[in-house]
């Protein structure tokens, strides 16, 4: 098997690829930054330009403390309505500041089954000045009018007992209808603070 080599040995001076090496990447197409936002919605960039998109989470911050959850839903209307049927599950990974209490838990009060409703992608998110969440979620093929529309989500959040939580999401948005926008909100209470983007992934 032939070897590839970038034009140059020195990694700060390339300036091209061999043809057979492919681009590739991450490509942003929009970010929005929240300000006491009661929604954060996408309803451009999500096509059939990309076979996946990845929403990046950046300290978002609840506007109060405690009883209320980063969630999502999906639209096949371009926003008109944010109600897809979703068939998910969850699970989480939780350790105290303190050292005294940590595990891994499933709650199935967190599922959804054929729900129209938001899904959780945070467990009960802090409110103090030096709490936040941060994560991903990718959405895979949302144009596809014959599959289900599948994603996986990973977030980190103080939480509100002071616990460091890894909340981990998955599930198929149960439509053969492309997906064309995304809604983010808390459960209760604002979206204080935070960044959102959205990439396209080539």
């Known amino acids: 098997m032939a070897l590839n080599f970038a034009?140059?040995?020195?990694?700060?001076?390339?300036?091209?690829?061999p043809a057979s090496i492919s681009g590739g990447g991450m490509t942003l197409i929009q970010e929005q930054t929240a300000s006491s936002s009661s929604t954060i919605s996408f309803?451009?960039?999500?096509?059939?330009?990309?076979?996946?998109?990845?929403?990046?989470?950046?300290?978002?911050?609840?506007?109060?403390?405690?009883?209320?959850f980063f969630s999502f839903n999906m639209s096949v209307d371009s926003g008109s309505n944010y109600n897809v049927a979703k068939t998910t599950t969850d699970f989480y990974a939780?350790?105290?500041?303190?050292?005294?209490?940590?595990?891994?838990?499933?709650?199935?009060?967190?599922?959804?089954?054929?729900?129209?409703?938001?899904q959780y992608l945070a467990d009960n998110s802090g409110g103090d000045n030096d709490q936040a969440l941060s994560g991903t979620l990718h959405l895979f093929n949302p144009s596809s009018t014959t599959f289900v529309k599948h994603f996986i989500s990973t977030t980190n959040v103080a939480q509100v007992a002071d616990y460091?939580?890894?909340?981990?999401?998955?599930?198929?948005?149960?439509?053969?209808?492309?997906?064309d926008a995304i809604q983010f909100k808390m459960s209760a209470g604002n979206i204080d603070s935070g960044v959102i983007k959205l990439y396209g992934i080539s």
Do not use: C, R
């Open 94 to 118: 939780y350790h105290n500041e303190g050292g005294s209490s940590s595990g891994i838990y499933y709650d199935p009060n967190y599922d959804l089954a054929q729900g129209t409703g938001f």
């Open 43 to 68: 309803t451009s960039g999500i096509d059939d330009t990309y076979d996946e998109y990845v929403f990046k989470f950046y300290d978002i911050h609840p506007s109060q403390d405690g009883s209320t």
């Open 7 to 17: 034009n140059n040995n020195s990694l700060s001076a390339i300036s091209s690829l």
């Open 164 to 179: 460091s939580v890894a909340f981990y999401a998955a599930g198929y948005g149960n439509t053969t209808s492309a997906v």
